[in-house]
């Protein structure tokens, strides 16, 4: 299971993000170019020290990150035994907690301001919409992720039991950088 960001905007959902794959053990797709620069400090406070503890890929480009998912087109496209792209967009066509996910999936977050174009929601292998209220626009795209991805983790045995939140020491000690910052939530 992976979560790929599609051009994000705003560091701050990024550091979260960051910080969610870092903490449920699944890998982070960044697709450029970003709103923002890599090493912004909004971006690092938001992902606190779990910048180091996940696996991050940046690609210059949606192309790059195609070709680094599906190297031979021709062979292996989209449907083909590759990873499936899951697109995450509040003009879906299935409801996520109706989807069977796989291990291997791919959960593709869109851009704040804009989502994602035509030209990649024509190629995603499915669109999983999250329902909302009516007249409700959209969720935050770090919440929107936190959901699929717990319910894909879950229905893929993606969880594992023995593992616990930590409360030790070195989180107290993050804990008190966050807070010198601008008391951002542990
Ligand atoms: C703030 S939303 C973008 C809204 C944008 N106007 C659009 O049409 O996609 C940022 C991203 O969060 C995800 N998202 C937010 N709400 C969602 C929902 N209800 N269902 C599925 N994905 C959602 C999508 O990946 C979306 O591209």
Redesign the pocket.
Known sequence: MRIALYQPDIPQNCGALIRLAACLGVGLDIIEPCGFLLDDRRLRRAGLDYHGLGEVCRHRSWEAFRSALWPNPEAAGPGAGAPRLLL?????DRPYTDFAFAATDILL????S???PPEVHAVADAR???P?RPGR?????AQ?GAMVLGEALRQTGGFRSGDRASDGASDGASDQAGKADEGADR
């Open positions: 995450l967009t509040t003009g879906g977050l869109g851009r704040e804009a989502g994602v999983l919409v999250i909302l626009r959209s969720l935050n795209v929107a």
